[in-house]
């Protein structure tokens, strides 16, 4: 499982080379549909919209990343391209955590400065909000990202849907599983009052115990979730046959 | 260099494709490996590059398991699929994309190749040419890569008569001693003076994987018994000018090997020419 960070350099270029018009195109799209809709909900204080889409963009993502692996010809050019599968899987999660997200952050931003300026230009002195935004949430996103990420390498087509699906599927089963729990013995897992705070909020001296040990929970159970997502992910690329 | 031993796959593990198929192919050979529809070709070649992993048995590839798709070992490996795919890209841009991947890339033969099949680097879009220009430029691609192996399904599909000839002396000056060139094809006719080594895939075995040299040592292509009278016959085929014979050569008459009449005489005498060649 040793990397070579030039086959790693060579993917991304190769990734930049196919697609920078693509992302280009997708970024605009989202600053245009962040841009327009605090337009039409007219309101500036839309960091809100702003979040749902850039994260609707992000969860889609990786199914572009990994769309060669859903037929049968480009699934062949894909696997027996110079670099180990741990290459290509490392690569598509500097792609979809790193590369994407700044742009999406990047062409958000500029979406909310446009209407912004807008909301300035008639009259309305709105908050310009884009940096209150609780750590904790970063953490979600990223843990469900990992999802769609493994969702667009396991299944064959529509991988999104699919993985939505499927999340949707297990979260129902969970949840009629704790509920029959907290049921049947009248207890609770989760201590009363908890809720899921940001990492200085937990860390800080009005944290009480159980708080705190909600919520490092919460952290540990996320970041557990994200590394078992990629290397599943991993696992998966390594036993995919063309 | 390749070496399949004991290889047992199948789509249905009710049907296996391969039983226990062994196989090693050398450095320095042009394989042409032929066998009938749904023979199991273009899967045997997946196994060798590691894109299939076999239910039993082992695929090694320059020593290594082809299974582990090892970055080392698809440097030093082509793969041209008959289904070709190409991306949104120019000529151009598809070499900056994939030949950093390739160690040994050579931009100038890339170039040169391309120019022999009246190509360019400013061609325009890849998927926008017929399916005869991207399988050209594609060849050329493969070609330039220089890697070890170079395993090639159904090449001469889709190309016109003068990109035939063309593609037969490309092959022909890039192949060399340390390369291994696999050609699966139906179109036997087009590769019939390329092709040194010959194996031919039947029924989940190999029937037959020899030297031209050794065939024509073994088999003698006589039509009429014009060479000779003499040794049994294996296979006959009628045609406007006379019939056209596949025998033992027992007098060891020189004749050219005729891919075609081999395959034929192999399929319709399979134990015969087996044992023949063991």
């Known amino acids: 499982m040793i990397m070579n960070t030039k086959n790693i350099a060579n993917l991304l270029k190769a990734y930049f080379i196919e697609n920078w018009k693509t992302d280009l195109f997708q970024f605009g799209i989202l600053a245009a549909v962040v841009l327009f809709g605090s337009i039409i909900n007219g309101s500036p204080t839309y960091l809100n919209f702003a979040l749902f889409v850039s994260c609707v963009f992000l969860m889609i993502y990786p199914e572009r990343l990994f769309r060669n692996l859903h037929s049968s010809s480009p699934k062949i050019h894909y696997l027996a391209i110079p670099a180990s599968n741990s290459e290509k899987v490392v690569t598509n999660m500097i792609l979809a955590n790193i590369y994407y997200v700044v742009g999406l952050v990047i062409s958000s931003a500029l979406g909310l400065a446009l209407a912004h300026l807008f909301w300035k230009v008639r009259g309305y002195d709105g908050v310009f909000l884009y940096t209150s935004f609780d750590d904790n949430w970063v953490l979600m996103i990223y843990a469900t990202l990992s999802v769609f990420f493994f969702g667009s390498i396991y299944f064959r087509r529509r991988t999104t849907l699919s993985t939505i699906g499927v999340g949707l599927l297990i979260s129902m089963v969970f949840s009629l599983l704790v509920s029959l729990t907290v049921w049947v013995n009248g207890i609770t897992l989760i201590p009363k009052d908890a809720a899921f705070h940001d990492f200085a909020w937990t860390f800080s001296s009005r944290a009480t115990l159980p708080d705190w040990i909600t919520n490092t929970v919460g952290y540990l159970i996320l970041s557990a979730n994200i590394i078992y997502f990629y290397v599943l992910s991993f696992l998966r690329l390594k036993e995919t046959e063309a | ?278």
């Open chain 2, 1 to 278: 260099m390749i070496q399949l031993e004991n290889i047992q796959f199948g789509y249905v593990k009710s049907r296996p494709l391969f039983k226990e198929l062994s196989l090693t192919m050398e450095p320095g050979h042009i394989y042409g490996l032929l066998g009938k529809n749904g023979a199991g070709k273009t899967t045997l070649l997946k196994i060798m590059s590691g894109l299939r992993f076999p239910d039993g048995g082992s695929a090694t590839i320059m020593g290594e398991n082809a299974s582990l798709r090892k970055a080392e070992v698809l440097q030093n490996l082509y793969f041209l699929q008959e289904e070709m795919f190409v991306p949104h890209l120019r000529i151009d841009e598809f070499e900056k994309a994939y030949a950093p991947f390739y160690p040994n890339f050579s931009s100038e033969k890339f170039a040169e190749y391309l120019r022999e099949f009246e190509l360019d680097r400013e061609f325009g879009y890849m998927d926008k040419l017929s399916h005869g220009q991207k399988k050209k430029v594609l060849i050329a691609f493969a070609l330039a890569t220089n890697t070890k192996v170079l395993i090639m399904d159904e090449p001469t599909n889709g190309l016109d008569i003068p990109s035939k000839s063309t593609f037969r002396k490309l092959m022909a000056s890039a192949a060399d001693e340390s390369r291994l060139v696999i050609i699966s094809t139906h179109q036997v006719r087009d590769l019939h003076s390329l092709i040194d080594m010959v194996a031919i895939l039947d029924n989940g075995h190999m029937l037959l994987n020899a030297s031209s040299f050794e065939i024509t040592e073994k088999l003698l292509f006589d039509m009429d018994n014009m060479k000779s009278a003499e040794g049994k016959i294996f296979y006959t085929e009628e045609s406007p000018r006379g019939n056209y014979q596949v025998k033992e050569n027992v007098n060891h008459i020189d004749s050219t090997l005729d891919l075609e009449l081999l395959f034929n005489a192999a399929i319709s005498k399979k134990n015969e020419i087996s044992n023949l060649f063991k």
